[in-house]
Antibody
Framework: QVQLQESGPGLVKPSQTLSLTCTVSGGSISSDSYYWSWIRQPAGKGLEWIGRIYSSGSTNYNPSLKSRVTISVDTSKNQFSLKLSSVTAADTAVYYC???????????????????????WGQGTTVTVSS | DIQMTQSPSSLSASVGDRVSITCRASQSISDYLNWYQQKPGKAPKLLIYATSSLQSGVPSRFSGGGSGTDFTLTISSLQPEDFATYYCQQSYNTPGFGGGTKVEIK
């Protein structure tokens, strides 16, 4: 039973860098079948995907946050991390880490199609940006 | 960027009602569409992936359909534990979520 747990400071000052870590237990972060994602949710609002990393270190980021986001992986510790720079009050949110799993694949005429979904989530951690 | 738009943003329904939620993509995403359920104070839970495939353990009263740009999540007979907020998410390229639909008790 894979579990994810976010950790990091709950309070960050404006203009500083938010740093969070997600620890994966019960499974390997190095598996070929998964991306590892960060998602956030301001209080009372919807979900915003921040970015993801593959075990190889390959990353994808939300274009709206790309200039401020860095996601990294430490396979030796079975962890992946989020850094968000130059934070403002607008970055105050619950931050979730999630496993984005390859749930289904198919092929047609030598083309391959892969279907991913976020099937395991951490419990979330609240980060407040305030001086 | 693919924009995902859900409607309605909220709805009121009674136990036993059939409920449908719509999700529209700003461009075709084929069938790369997932649905999540989120209850207050909890992380989202994957319900449906690839438009219509039920995630393991999800009750069969949940179903999904659609293709291209228009998708639907249907709950055939609403149960007390189904009152929650539902999000669609496209997995066609870098992920993106819809704004959510809150299902409330009438």
């Amino acid at each position: 039973q894979v579990q994810l747990q976010e950790s990091g400071p709950g309070l960050v000052k404006p203009s500083q860098t938010l740093s969070l870590t997600c620890t994966v237990s019960g499974g390997s972060i190095s598996s070929d079948s998964y991306y590892w994602s960060w998602i956030r949710q301001p209080a009372g609002k919807g979900l915003e995907w921040i970015g993801r990393i593959y075990s190889s270190g390959s990353t994808n980021y939300n274009p709206s946050l790309k200039s401020r986001v860095t996601i990294s992986v430490d396979t030796s510790k079975n962890q992946f991390s989020l850094k968000l720079s130059s934070v403002t009050a607008a970055d105050t949110a619950v931050y979730y880490c999630a496993r984005d799993s390859l749930l289904y694949s198919t092929s047609y005429l030598s083309n391959y199609y892969y279907y991913y979904g976020m099937d395991v989530w951490g419990q979330g951690t609240t980060v407040t940006v305030s001086s | 960027d693919i924009q995902m738009t859900q409607s309605p943003s909220s709805l009121s329904a009674s136990v036993g009602d059939r409920v449908s939620i719509t999700c529209r993509a700003s461009q075709s995403i084929s069938d790369y569409l997932n649905w999540y359920q989120q209850k207050p104070g909890k992380a989202p839970k994957l319900l449906i992936y690839a438009t219509s495939s039920l995630q393991s353990g999800v009750p069969s009263r949940f179903s999904g359909g659609g293709s291209g740009t228009d998708f639907t999540l249907t709950i055939s007979s609403l149960q007390p534990e189904d009152f929650a907020t539902y999000y669609c998410q496209q997995s066609y390229n870098t992920p993106g979520f819809g704004g959510g639909t809150k299902v409330e008790i009438k």
